[in-house]
């Protein structure tokens, strides 16, 4: 009688640390983030690609999300910034996490970083803005596809006495900025003509300049949490 005793105090130990470990598990799954992580901006801070350097454009993203019902997360623009005297060099892809990534809509746009710069699930369709929106494309009235990035095609700052960031998102006038398409549509098949984040230079800085390329000054946020 002694040893039944004992063998059932020790199931009940047993089975009281499995329904911890469950309780433990479920707690973790609760706490993990979830929903949109990634969206292109339905718009700027106003001031063409003046942006406030990164700090401002990661506001801008924040701001958004938090718009949306996402300001749980920590939300990074998918930016470059070139080194000066002052500052160093930053990689857009270096800032955003690590993945994966989907819309407002819950679709996949990239798995990991690898896979955002190789072949992604990136397209008008799925390139929406923070509620879910579709941005206009090549072909739309007006064109915006052209989003501000700053970046190399591997997402890496690009170097070099040229201005690639418009003064690393400080200049609204004169200046320039590297530009992705974000429906991967251009004037022919080419490969930057189909690039999401390395596409070709603006003409400016200012609202009209971005405007006149085909743009907005869209960019892209991700979670970076």
Same mark, same amino acid.
């Given at each position: 009688?002694?040893?039944?005793?004992? +063998?059932?105090?020790?199931?009940?130990?047993?089975?009281? @640390?499995?329904?911890?470990?469950?309780? &433990?598990?479920?707690? +973790?799954?609760? #706490?993990?983030?979830?929903?949109?992580?990634?969206?292109?901006?339905?718009?700027?801070?106003?001031?063409?690609? !003046?942006?406030? $350097?990164?700090?401002?454009?990661? @506001?801008?993203? *924040? %701001?958004?999300?938090?718009?949306? $019902? &996402?300001?749980?997360?920590?939300?990074? @623009?998918?930016? +470059? *910034?070139?080194?000066?005297?002052?500052?160093?060099?930053?990689?857009?892809?270096?800032?955003?996490? %690590?993945?994966?990534? #989907?819309?407002?809509?819950?679709?996949?746009? &990239?798995? !990991?970083?690898?896979?955002?710069?190789?072949?992604?699930?990136?397209?008008?369709? #799925?390139?929406?803005?923070?509620?879910?929106?579709?941005?206009?494309?090549?072909?739309?009235?007006?064109?915006?596809?052209?989003?501000?990035?700053?970046? *190399?095609? =591997?997402?890496?700052?690009?170097?070099?006495?040229?201005?690639?960031?418009?003064?690393?998102?400080?200049?609204?006038?004169?200046?320039?900025?590297?530009?992705?398409?974000?429906?991967?549509? $251009?004037? !022919?098949?080419?490969?930057?003509?189909?690039?999401?984040?390395?596409?070709?230079?603006?003409?400016?800085?200012?609202? =009209? &300049?971005?405007?006149?390329?085909? $743009?907005?000054?869209?960019?892209?946020?991700?979670?970076? !949490?």
């Amino acid at each position: 009688m002694l040893q039944t005793n004992k +063998s059932n105090r020790k199931w009940a130990v047993a089975a009281g @640390a499995v329904a911890v470990a469950v309780l &433990a598990a479920c707690g +973790s799954m609760s #706490t993990g983030k979830t929903g949109m992580s990634f969206f292109v901006t339905s718009a700027g801070p106003g001031k063409g690609a !003046d942006l406030g $350097g990164l700090a401002g454009a990661d @506001a801008q993203c *924040q %701001k958004l999300a938090s718009a949306a $019902g &996402a300001g749980n997360r920590t939300w990074r @623009a998918y930016l +470059s *910034q070139q080194p000066t005297a002052n500052v160093p060099g930053v990689n857009a892809r270096d800032r955003i996490g %690590k993945g994966p990534w #989907t819309n407002a809509k819950g679709v996949v746009v &990239a798995t !990991d970083v690898a896979n955002l710069h190789g072949t992604n699930n990136l397209n008008k369709q #799925t390139a929406l803005t923070e509620s879910g929106a579709i941005v206009n494309g090549r072909g739309d009235t007006p064109n915006m596809h052209d989003v501000l990035t700053g970046s *190399q095609p =591997d997402g890496t700052f690009i170097a070099g006495n040229v201005n690639t960031t418009c003064g690393n998102w400080t200049q609204s006038g004169e200046g320039s900025a590297m530009l992705g398409h974000h429906d991967k549509t $251009g004037l !022919d098949e080419s490969v930057p003509a189909k690039s999401w984040n390395s596409s070709h230079m603006s003409r400016g800085c200012s609202p =009209d &300049a971005l405007k006149a390329t085909g $743009g907005a000054g869209l960019f892209y946020c991700f979670a970076a !949490d």
